[in-house]
């Protein structure tokens, strides 16, 4: 082999040697959340499941709203009428037009609160190993989709420490959870109750076998739907008043 040859695989090898100390001595991650710091996703993320998870539980029993505006109670929980008419004999007037999105509101309010109480603890956290933690306010956003919680988290963070820096501006994390197709269930029964003043709960088991649709108080006043999730176990709970009939009549 050449002297000449020898020089230039010498001057390719120092190369490749400085390139690859100059990628891990100042490498900087920008891409939008998805190559941010794993230790703060991961943590966002335990953290959101948890909020998720608690504020579900705490709306199920109570008509999928945090404070009931207008409610009966039932078995110690003030429970949501989804639809509701307070004369007899008359359909009730459906007071979620869209219930699916108003309980979507009710988890967003809860979990930006908790979203934003986590990533103080994590940034005094992070402080404490060094790391200088800067973020914007952090804006939370929900989809609820089929078997699942979407959370957003939008906001820019940068998170530094000695040369390596990561960013992001946009933070999605997925939470399995089936409030959406409850919800959408209840939302078909308050407007069939608006309709007809009934809703055919036996059609429905056999057209949806994975749920469980029972009318639990059947008094002449108040309707108690209960919607259950076979797999889990989960129940919603939901008031109607419709074509409410006299008692004793």
């Given at each position: 082999?050449k002297k ?134 952090i804006k ?110």
């Amino acid at each position: 082999m050449k002297k000449g040859q020898i020089t230039i695989f010498v001057i390719l090898a120092i190369v490749i040697v400085a390139g690859i100390l100059f990628f891990f001595l100042f490498r900087t991650n920008i891409n939008g959340g998805k190559g941010a710091s794993p230790d703060l996703k991961s943590e966002m993320q335990t953290c959101v499941d948890k909020a998720v998870e608690q504020i579900i539980e705490v709306i199920l029993p109570k008509g999928g709203m945090i404070n009931p505006g207008l409610f009966i109670k039932y078995e110690g929980s003030n429970v949501e009428y989804l639809c509701y008419s307070p004369y007899y004999y008359t359909p009730c007037i459906n007071r979620h037009g869209s219930y699916v999105q108003d309980v979507k509101e009710e988890i967003r309010k809860f979990v930006a609160e908790k979203a934003d109480d986590c990533l103080y603890k994590i940034k005094k956290d992070y402080a404490g190993k060094g790391y200088s933690f800067d973020s914007d306010a952090i804006k939370t956003e929900i989809e609820l989709k089929p078997g699942q919680v979407r959370t957003i988290l939008k906001g820019n963070i940068e998170i530094i420490k000695n040369e390596e820096s990561y960013r992001f501006s946009e933070m999605e994390l997925t939470t399995k959870n089936d409030i959406y197709n409850m919800a959408v269930i209840a939302e078909k029964i308050a407007n069939q109750e608006s309709k007809v003043c009934y809703f055919n709960s036996l059609e429905f088991n056999m057209l949806y076998p994975n749920y469980k649709i029972e009318k639990l108080d059947k008094n002449a006043d108040t309707k108690i739907y209960s919607i259950t999730n076979k797999k889990n176990g989960k129940i919603l709970i939901i008031a109607i008043r419709s074509c409410a009939l006299i008692p004793g009549i």
